[in-house]
């Protein structure tokens, strides 16, 4: 990095910072904070971002190795920490609009001119600092003091993730054998599984730690990010970053939610990210805004990708968004259901903008991986709507077993069968059988509350499956996988990450896969209803022998 861009970071910070030492933001009580900026570090290392608390007192700490960027250093659950880190934000956008000089040169450099900021590279963040207009953002890993990798788990971590209690995913032996196959499982899950693969369904029932392989694993491509195994740090070394986010100045927000400036390319590691570099033309017919804080990805157009990659890019920032309302949101579409989950979250939908445009600020959060989606943003959407229907659509009572049908395709062969034999094992476990059919699609609540009801839910690999992130922690989510070679396992991912046990059978006889189609995908789910009878019975059986309740929760509730 040269001299003169550290040399030009650091004077634009001491003179924010100079502007205003404390500033006080009247909407919550935890967000009345004095932010106390301390000078720059050049000893800093990658891996001491993760700290130690020793002052209750939240901070910005600036550093400029191994990269340049504003820590924000805060104590307490992560209840708590997320509040401070919007409140910090709220100062940090203060003192940015304060030294923003207005944009006169709205221009994009030719492609041969242009260099790719790619979040999938190991050295991203170093990249950005090359770069006065882009600022990244950190809220780093919490360790307690003397803790080391071994020793954490997070069964005694509130500090990083709402969720404490989590469950080993298990499948059965032929779904297994593709696990520990190489190549035998789509998206290379394979790999994100480490090869291994647990059968025993009633070990897994019982709550353990997250392993620091799921919270470090981020998804293989082809031609992005493709590892052969992952490298050893993924297995014992903490997340030195929480959560990221990358103010930009002056930038061009594209359609899909890339943002150029002047002399770059960022994309965000979404899915099938577009590295290519090819500017949009006529940026100069683009609406201009004051601050953008950006949603979008790819594939928001379906229910699953909008959902579980979108909107979740919203939850960790949902109080920075309320306290600044002038911040518009780019959205791939106004779509009502986008529309309505800005509204569960309090967020004015009259702020959405689409499509290609300018804004002098660009809020970027880090990109919601493809199928493999992050913990804390996760964590926090399920919180915020699982809340919603809590206040707004109760009484909700925790007793029902859920039997997805699909209309379409990747529906269950044996569909009637398998519903029948589901009903019949709720009725013997005392419990209640429900149906959710996606023709017509129910209504955003009445989905979210017959979710929140769930204990269990039995569905064909799709998109109905997402719904879960709706239910309490615990759920048990039985799923009907598609097979080899497209054996994706997302919504295994989707149960970790939601604190949720999970098993998954694969289809037999052809299955979902159709070799002469174009879209694989689109085959049925052929599955013996007794393996679906036992598999429900096995996990109702071990709960029952263990007087477990359903209203019992593993997760921060603050």
């Known amino acids: 990095m040269s001299g003169t861009v550290l040399s030009a970071k650091k004077t634009l910070f001491w003179v924010v910072a ?5 500033v006080i933001v009247h909407v919550h009580i935890y967000d009345v904070l004095v932010l106390r900026f301390i000078g720059f570090t050049e000893e800093a290392t990658l891996e001491s971002l993760s700290f130690q608390c020793s002052n209750a007192k939240p901070r910005v700490k600036q550093i400029t190795e191994p990269f ?3 820590l924000v250093q805060t104590c307490g659950n992560i209840i708590d920490r997320v509040r401070q880190f919007n409140a910090a934000l709220s100062s940090i956008r203060i003192r940015k609009l304060k030294t923003h000089v207005k944009t006169v040169d709205w221009n994009i450099s030719s492609p041969e001119n242009l260099t790719l900021l790619a979040e999938w590279k190991d050295d991203f963040f170093q990249a950005l600092s090359n770069y006065t207009q882009v600022t990244l953002v950190i809220l780093p890993w919490l360790r307690k003091f003397n803790e080391s990798a071994n020793d954490w788990s997070s069964l005694r971590d509130a500090s990083n993730l709402p969720i404490q209690e989590y469950y080993e995913s298990t499948a059965s032996d032929p779904l297994c054998k593709w696990i520990e196959t190489p190549g035998m499982v789509g998206f290379s899950f394979d790999v994100i599984n480490n090869w291994t693969c647990n059968r025993n369904t009633t070990k897994a029932a019982l709550p353990q730690s997250i392993s620091l392989l799921a919270l470090n694993a981020k998804p293989p491509y082809k031609h992005y990010y493709d590892p052969s195994i992952f490298p050893k740090s993924f297995f014992t070394n903490f997340p030195s970053v929480l959560y990221s986010l990358y103010i930009v100045e002056s930038g061009f927000i594209t359609g899909d939610g890339n943002v150029y400036i002047n002399n770059a390319k960022i994309v965000p590691y979404a899915c099938y990210p577009d590295a290519k570099l090819n500017p949009p033309r006529d940026v100069h017919k683009f609406p201009i805004y004051d601050e953008v804080f950006v949603i979008t990805q790819s594939y928001a ?5 909008r959902l579980a990659e979108n909107i979740p890019r919203l939850a960790v920032l949902v109080d920075f968004l309320n306290r600044n309302p002038s911040v518009r949101i780019h959205a791939y579409e106004t ?4 529309a309505q989950y800005l509204t569960m979250l309090g967020i004015n939908v009259s ?4 499509g290609n445009c300018r804004a002098e600020v660009v809020y970027l959060p880090r990109a919601s991986m493809c199928c493999l989606q992050n913990f804390l943003e996760t964590q926090f959407l399920s ?6 229907a809590k206040k707004n ?3 909700i009572v925790r007793n029902k077993i859920i039997v997805i049908r699909r209309s379409n395709f990747r529906y269950f062969a044996n569909q009637t069968v398998i519903e029948n034999v589901v009903r019949e094992a709720a009725k013997d476990y005392n419990l209640t059988y429900e149906t959710f059919c996606d023709n017509p699609l129910p209504s955003i609540s009445q989905t979210m509350r017959l979710f929140n009801s769930a204990v269990m839910v039995v569905a064909p690999h799709g998109a109905g499956l997402a719904n879960v992130v709706y239910s309490d922690p615990g759920t048990f989510v039985i799923e009907g996988v598609c097979n080899s070679p497209v054996a994706f396992l997302f919504f295994q991912r989707t149960a970790l990450v939601l604190g949720h046990r999970y098993h998954g059978v694969p289809s037999i006889d052809g299955g979902c896969y159709l070799k002469d189609i174009r879209d694989s995908v689109v085959g049925a789910v052929t599955i013996k209803p007794s393996v679906i009878n036992e598999t429900v019975r096995t996990y109702l059986n071990f709960l029952a022998s263990i007087n477990f309740t ?3 929760s593993s997760e921060l509730i603050l």
Do not use: E, G
Request: proline content about 6%; charged content about 15%; hydrophobic content about 35%.
């Open 301 to 305: 157009y379906h229910n699953y990708h």
């Open 351 to 354: 702020r959405i903008v689409t």
């Open 550 to 552: 359903f209203s019992s």
């Open 335 to 338: 779509h009502p259901r986008t």
């Open 393 to 395: 659509l109760s009484p």
């Open 383 to 388: 919180r915020s709507l699982r809340r919603y």
């Open 68 to 70: 340049s960027a504003l």
């Open 18 to 22: 100079a502007a205003a030492l404390t």
